[in-house]
């Protein structure tokens, strides 16, 4: 049975739910002054302000959203709290050095044992399941992807952090269809996002930290952000804003909004879940170029996504645009050719989002003392764990405290512009044509598409 498309909300976001977020106050609508003022209330602005509370208990942090708290990315997600990093180790070393590279892959491996130590310190329940992720390879072509992938983290002296499984091995962990072999990194967790955002908003508000909701902002400007009927006056500014950027005055081409659609099962019956495998609640993927992406939640569903909706012409972000019927309808597709036993399950919610790419493929973080901005964003659909790491670097940037994170790589990196439309626009959906067509070609010819690879470079990769 297909997915029912009428559901806008999110799995983690459900109005019957009793983890839904009460309004944290009403709409900002006048004056006022602050040390910090945060742009958005998804996990970048969330983790700054608890770390700048945590180095600095004084500082009088003001938080804006143009909706409420989670109501972006950060309520959307799959729920995976991964040490993936959209620049590949290469690109890094080009950028810096390959010692900086290997840094870079170290501090987001620890970056997720560390989100789990806050969350076990303050005693939140997230349905938190340090499971790892396991990958497919379904195909000869992936098989051979996996192999690849294996050697490049060995070559870099990461041999630990992805292990190559074969068929009986990936099998144990994942039983899915056509599966010759996969991969295994231990190095990821899954979670319930939105709860994490109640949890992370409850502890900011019980310090003092003042969040408005319903106050969407025009302009970040060095001392002040501006918006509809208000403003913040702030020696420090945070831009927090990822897949909404682009509605930033002078901001428009920093960051292309593309959507991820998702969708989630009713709870899974105990012989068909017992069928899937993924016992430990691994997040879980195949090595296909078009990323899907999916977990177990805490309650016996598959919560399940990927790409293949179009970019929007002009960034233009709308609440229609959340439901894609023909990815929702494919994405159901590929998820019962995975697992055949799903086909009489129910899909009860159906949604999508966008995420935030910056040009070359770089998330970034950054604080310019000059002018008192900073930022952090274009995590590539993997902020849930890069964004906490980006929240925490810029607390000790700007508070001075020292860290070795401030001297990262992706500290203060600066992506250059998307083009102007209609540049943009056929860029970006030609890329996506590219990665349908070349998983069909892959499959009819068993050879790897060396359109992907092309496309690869032209970014940066």
Known sequence: MGPKLAVNTSLWVQADSSDVLEPVGEPLRSHVDADVAIVGAGFTGLWSAYYLTKLDPSVRIVIVDAHYPGYGASGR?????????????????RASSKDQARHMHTAMRENVSDIGLA?????????????????????????????????????????????????????????????????????????????????????????GVKIYQNSPV????????????????????????????????????NLAPV??????????????????????????????????????????????????????????????????????????????????????????????????????????????????????????????GTSHLGGKTLAHLITGAPSEITGLPWVNHRSRKWEPEPFRWLGANAGLQVMQRADSYEDRTGKESKTVQLVGKLLGH
């Not at 970040?220 to 509605?247: D, K, L, W």
């Open 77 to 93: 997600n799959g729920g995976w709290v991964s040490a993936l990093f959209p620049a590949h180790l290469s690109a890094l070393a």
């Open 119 to 207: 969350i076990e310190e303050h005693g939140w329940n997230v349905d938190w399941a340090h499971g790892g992720t396991v990958v497919a390879a379904r195909t000869p072509v992936q098989n051979r992807r996996a192999h690849t992938e294996v050697a490049e983290l060995t070559k870099w002296g990461f041999d630990s952090d992805l292990v190559y499984l074969n068929r009986s091995e990936t099998l144990d962990r994942i039983n899915a269809t056509d599966v010759l072999g996969g991969t295994f990194t231990p190095h990821c967790a899954a979670i319930n996002p939105y709860k994490l955002v109640c949890a992370l908003t409850g502890h900011l508000q019980s310090r």
């Open 218 to 253: 025009t302009a970040i400007e060095s001392g002040r952000i501006i918006g509809h009927q208000f403003s913040v006056n702030a020696p420090i500014t945070i831009r927090a804003t990822e897949g909404y950027t682009a509605s930033l005055t002078g901001l428009e081409r």
């Open 259 to 384: 959507y991820s659609m998702m969708l989630a099962t009713e709870p899974l019956t105990p012989e068909i879940r017992s069928s899937i495998g993924l016992a430990s609640r691994e997040t879980f993927s195949d090595f296909r170029n078009l990323i899907i992406y999916g977990q177990i939640t805490a309650d016996n569903r598959i919560a399940f996504g990927g790409r293949g909706a179009p970019y929007h012409f002009g960034s233009r972000i709308e609440a229609r645009n959340d439901h894609n019927a023909s990815v929702h309808q494919g994405l159901w597709g590929v998820l019962t050719d995975m697992f055949p036993a799903l086909h009489k399950t129910r899909v009860t919610h159906t949604w999508g989002g966008p995420l935030g790419i910056a040009r070359d493929w770089w998330a970034s973080c950054g604080f310019d003392p000059a002018t008192g901005q900073a930022w952090s964003g274009g995590y590539v659909g993997d902020g849930l």
